[in-house]
T-cell receptor
Framework: KQEVTQIPAALSVPEGENLVLNCSFT??????LQWFRQDPGKGLTSLLL?????REQTSGRLNASLDKSSGRSTLYIAASQPGDSATYLC??????????FGAGTILRVKS | DGGITQSPKYLFRKEGQNVTLSCEQN?????MYWYRQDPGQGLRLIYY???????QKGDIAEGYSVSREKKESFPLTVTSAQKNPTAFYLC??????????????FGQGTRLTVV
């Protein structure tokens, strides 16, 4: 059974810092990996999706990488801003199309 | 606007009552999902449906029921058998485009509280 772990559970940084959020998964037979953002009391917003054949995806200040062989993905946020404060969730999509989520990283960017 | 609409945003349930959460999508997605989110935990899969008139149990289906009579709609009923229903419920649907990119989209959630 796929298990997804996110480290750290919480992170507090000053504005302007570059930071890395980590996601690991136990079964490397995934279809893709998706990173989401969740604001308090809200639904999930998709940030980046990496297909299993890809190594990374970029969108603005966000870059996500995927290493299937080691069961790891990282989300890199450049020049962090207070508006980036949210919970970040990663999810692996299995063949058969089930999404398995990590518990998330709560990010706070201080101004 | 294309998207997933969940209603209501807040729902209160009395002990022993069944309640139904609505999820509607106009994205023409075949697959739809219900997740439960508790504080400090990741999302856990309750039920999912990959096609009309078919659905499968997820990891925590006990005390819940669903139907999929229309492609656009996937309502979730929280029955009186669910002993700890207070949680945030999220509905999702999945894109399956010709390019093979399968991306999941989520609604804004329903917060259910037992009173």
């Amino acid at each position: 059974k796929q298990e997804v772990t996110q480290i750290p559970a919480a992170l507090s940084v000053p504005e302007g810092e570059n930071l890395v959020l980590n996601c690991s998964f136990t079964d490397s037979a995934i279809y893709n990996l998706q990173w989401f953002r969740q604001d308090p009391g809200k639904g999930l917003t998709s940030l980046l999706l990496i297909q299993s054949s890809q190594r990374e995806q970029t969108s603005g200040r966000l870059n996500a990488s995927l290493d299937k062989s080691s069961g790891r993905s990282t989300l890199y946020i450049a020049a962090s801003q207070p508006g980036d404060s949210a919970t970040y969730l990663c999810a692996s999509m299995e063949y058969g199309n089930k999404l398995v989520f990590g518990a998330g990283t709560i990010l706070r960017v201080k101004s | 606007d294309g998207g997933i609409t969940q209603s209501p945003k807040y729902l209160f349930r009395k002990e022993g009552q069944n309640v139904t959460l609505s999820c509607e999508q106009n994205l023409n997605h075949d697959a739809m999902y219900w997740y439960r989110q508790d504080p400090g935990q990741g999302l856990r899969l309750i039920y999912y449906s990959q096609i009309v008139n078919d659905f499968q149990k997820g990891d925590i289906a006990e005390g819940y029921s669903v139907s999929r009579e229309k492609k656009e709609s996937f309502p979730l009923t929280v029955t009186s058998a669910q002993k700890n229903p207070t949680a945030f419920y999220l509905c999702a649907s999945k894109d399956s485009s010709a390019t093979g990119v399968i991306e999941a989209f989520f609604g804004q959630g329903t917060r259910l509280t037992v009173v």
